[in-house]
């Protein structure tokens, strides 16, 4: 049986079970969709990743992208899907009509993105990074910059990046040095060097567009001089396009997502590249935040994605590979079973289905409050989303990142040595996977800006929303009958979580800021593996409802049983430990010095 | 700085300040060597890794050996390298002076080819496999089998391999369907296929030695009619080679290992290949069990090196990237800091430090029980020692791989993007490292191996004597000043595991066998917890000893107690929640049927 990438049973159950998104059509934004143009829409994704996208992974694994002269050759493969990526109309999916977009919710859209990234994940990267751009200047650019730029990405005649990175400053985005000269007509001279930047060179389409941290002469230093720019691959002069002083410095060799070239950027090597002021000098910052905020998303996704491919081969395999006996099998010439019959297995497949649907769980009730933060009725309903958006994108992005990686290690092993061999794919979804956990800020940047920002705001009114949405749950678990004993352990964890953020709140208020943070991977953990028990209850609670009203599909409900059962009781117990190691701040890593390693 | 690899200073400290080797100079087989000779034979070891293996490193993993025609070429490089390993005197270094030997220690070996292992694992590979292949011969050959096929692997002109795995059974041995029908000349003709046969082809040398499993004609079915056969690529006929109709019949492409080529095997496909059988009919598995049960520990120093390397990798490279602020430095224009200041960084490299510490000091401790297994004046003695050496060898070899792949991701995030690239060496350590937990028996087989074998053999011997290791070692830390809390953490996690054993050996003894495995991950994770406490406590109370003593060198003793701390704080506490989930049998992937996922 061919892979499914991602299971649409489940993806039914999430979309009109569990959420209900039908009822987004009520927001005048939506008004013209339906079940019905969801369903149309995830079939025709569906179809395009296991028929066009998946059959090109491997090639483009086995020959990534790579220089040649002085620019990118991408894979042939890749040249052929791409005018088959913008035919699906996804650059634009959710924009607005009059950008050319077709005002689709964003959890459908994640949904449908979900099994190309499933497929092939680098080809479907260029369109992600191309609407992320499109929509910066979308949202902050001047209406010519629009017409120039923007019109022509979501048209799919251009793609485009993002440009943050720069190889003396990594992560720390206050350390950005490029520099913008203004010039009286209206352009900056920019002059600078960035690196990793995926897409940043390719051979597709005609121009490229790369969003652009930098510095406009004489602004402040750190953070809050920083300023976005739209710097063409080729800018336009008397209506044609010529070169821009853009060169590609270099392709990094990467481990995973081969299929879309990683690069090292100069701009200005000759002193003539132009680059366009998106929004006013020095807020750049707060405008590329807008994109970061949707590629960590993508990048939850894409985790999500990445670890629901293995894990469906893993479980195909495990089906059909036979091996060995049932321990109480005393006869060596009975048959051999397929290694599913193994309870090792099947821990290995059902830590991996938990990681993967409590994961994705998560992921469409994000997406859900991203819709509902741009287009509900009322600003209260709107604001109430945003936060609930904001707090759980660190969560989406780092906990699928970080489990999926486990899962996708799972994977390998269930297929033996076969599954250490590249005739066989999981191992090459391992590779792609770790970069889940870097890009778009570390782990650990995202457990600060979980612990350090997020829950603290507004006098920790995301967290409180948090924790209705989980009493929500609660009960309606309780309603539907779901064991006792997993509805309490979930109201504990959610009044853990609670207690344990004022606890370090409190330190961070009295300037210990230190200390509040030590343990914030720890946290993070700790919080996502709560957020995901909630998914869980909430998924046992309708597998719950449909038992009993005697829906039929026992098999598909048991299964959601058996993985809640699993998280609530394997994972969700976790929590002490870690609460205990925030709380005491057990300090053996304070304290370690360079010189004592 | 270049990578050192393994740190000496660790090395020295387990082998003479924690473990005292040197007195294993007291036994008869060792009379003639001494502290000097031992720290002869690593400083070359050393020099060898760092100056020779190393660098032939990253060429070996771009170029994979590769099948060209019928037979295996490896890299040019490998082809220079291994006369050069054969010049080092590993092949037989533990062996009797007799066969050509050196009469080392294994702890001594095991370390010396740590450094080896850490710098090009490939390499040294096609030793460590000749080395147990012609061990086998020399512990149950004929001496017409040693003189033939023995003595010219101890002498490096031939290399060996061991050919178990087949395509149909995996790990199920009791599978094994190559078959043997005997001649009157004294040879078997042997038919059957292997698959996964590391070093299976090369041209290197220009003999190989399959040691091999397969069924005489007529043998009992299951694992009772299993023997070992010797079957070289080419046989002598009149004093010259010629070949033996053992062909490679294709070679894996891997994700690691890749300058030792992993090949499928064909014996017999022309029904001339002639195979001599090594010791008796039918008993090939517990011969076999010899050369599995030194591989397994291989592995696991192999697990230890690699994580080694990339644990080294890091922390240079965490000590001299500048990137970012203290989290209380508020002037973005003060000079970045490197990484290594940050708390979380720390984290990372001091989990590295008691994963890779923690393991290697068990290693170490492992290897004395197998020299003191061999080799000790009174059978009381070596008895002990072996039972203690069964019992760790399942540890030494999943703890090492499972934990060491999470110490290898560590390595490759501290290199954030960087760690990503193969401009850099942790993403090659880490695809590596992921073979580990797969050959010479996954995880799980070593779970049930301990659980369902190791401590109940006896009534429990082993485990009672791990137990009087533990309580030296408790009282060791506590005439050493130890905190307190730390013994008495070991003193109840030695507990906990004698009852949890009880527990689960009552579950076995009633026929309860599904239930009583059905978590022996779990609980090889916890057993293996609590050994790396024991071996931290131990490092912990000779550091306690050195700094009251005055011996200097704080910064060194100051980190063994920081990563003990570490180790006892953080990782042991888990064992609770393991041990609750092996008692109450938490069922979800007991119960979860195939059609559920």
């Given at each position: 049986m061919a892979n499914p990438l991602v299971a649409d049973r489940n993806v039914e159950f999430l979309l009109?079970?569990?959420?209900?998104?039908?009822?987004?059509?009520?927001f005048p934004a939506y008004a013209d969709h339906s079940r019905e143009t969801f369903d149309l829409v995830l079939q025709n994704a569906r179809k395009f990743a296991r028929e066009v996208l998946l059959p090109a992974y491997k090639p483009m694994d086995e020959a990534p992208a790579r220089l040649v002269g002085t620019g990118i050759a991408v894979h042939p493969a890749m040249k052929q899907l791409y005018p088959k990526l913008v035919e699906q109309g996804m650059?634009?999916?959710?924009?607005p009509y009059e950008v050319?977009?077709?005002?689709?919710p964003h959890v459908v859209t994640c949904l449908a993105t979900l099994y190309g990234m499933a497929a092939n994940l680098s080809a479907v990267g260029y369109i992600g990074l191309t609407s992320g751009a499109a929509h910066l200047i979308e949202a902050f650019g001047t209406d010519a910059l629009k017409a120039e730029m923007m019109a022509p990405m979501y048209a799919g005649k251009w793609t485009g990046t993002m440009a943050l990175t720069e190889p003396q400053a990594g992560s720390s985005?206050?350390?950005?040095?490029?520099a913008a000269t203004p010039t009286d007509a209206g352009h900056y001279l920019v002059r600078g060097s960035k690196v990793f930047?995926?897409?940043?060179?390719?051979?597709?389409?005609e121009n490229i567009v790369h969003l652009a941290l930098g510095r406009i002469d004489g602004a402040p230093p750190g953070i809050k001089g920083v300023s976005l720019f739209a710097i063409p691959k080729k800018r336009r002069e008397k209506g044609d396009l010529v070169p821009?002083?853009?060169?590609?410095a270099g392709a990094f060799h990467k481990m995973?997502?081969?299929g879309i070239p990683s690069i090292a950027l100069n701009f200005g090597e000759g002193g003539d590249c132009h680059g366009w002021l998106v929004g006013?000098?020095?807020?750049g910052i707060s405008y590329m935040f807008q994109m970061m905020n949707e590629a960590r998303l993508m990048v939850g996704m894409n985790a999500i994605a990445t670890a629901s491919v293995a894990y469906n081969e893993s479980l195909e395999y495990a089906r059909t590979r036979p091996q060995g006996r049932p321990l109480?099998?005393?006869?060596?010439a009975a048959p051999q079973v397929p290694i599913i019959e193994h309870a090792d297995v099947r821990r290995m497949l059902l830590r991996q289905k938990a990681i993967v649907e409590g994961a994705l769980s998560l992921g469409v009730q994000t997406a859900l409050y991203a819709d509902t933060a741009a287009h509900a009725p009322t600003p209260e309903e709107r604001r109430r989303a945003f936060l609930l958006l904001e707090i759980m994108t660190p969560i989406v992005k780092s906990f699928s990142a970080e489990k999926g990686f486990e899962s996708n290690a799972l994977a390998v092993q269930i297929h033996g040595?076969?599954?250490?061999?590249?005739?066989?794919l999981p191992e090459a979804w391992l590779r792609d996977q770790k970069l889940n956990s870097i890009h778009e800020g570390t782990t650990c940047m995202h457990s600060m800006d979980l612990l350090g920002r997020k829950v603290v705001a507004d006098q920790g009114k995301a967290l409180q929303l948090v924790g209705d949405e989980i009493a929500a749950a609660t009960k309606r678990a309780r309603a539907a009958g779901v064991d006792a004993d997993w509805v309490a352990a979930v109201d504990r964890a959610a009044a853990l979580v609670g207690d344990l953020t004022l606890t370090l709140g409190a330190l961070g208020m009295a300037g210990k800021v230190d200390a509040m943070l030590l343990h914030s991977v720890d946290y993070l953990d700790l919080f996502s593996t709560v957020v995901v028990a909630w998914q869980w209850l909430l998924q046992a609670a309708v597998a719950k409802e449909k038992l009993s009203a005697g829906a039929g599909e026992t098999a598909f409900y048991e299964g959601k049983l058996c993985a809640a059962e699993y998280w609530l009781k394997?994972?969700?117990?976790?929590i002490d430990h870690l609460a205990h190691l925030c709380r005491t701040g057990e300090t053996s890593y304070a304290r370690i010095e360079n010189a004592w390693f």
């Open positions: 009109y079970e569990v959420f209900r998104a039908e009822e987004l059509c009520r650059v634009a999916a959710t924009r050319g977009g077709q005002q689709l985005l206050t350390d950005v040095k490029t930047i995926s897409g940043g060179d390719q051979d597709i389409t821009n002083d853009v060169h590609c995973g997502w081969r006013e000098p020095n807020r109480s099998a005393k006869n060596p040595g076969y599954g250490y061999t590249s005739e066989y394997t994972e969700l117990p976790r």
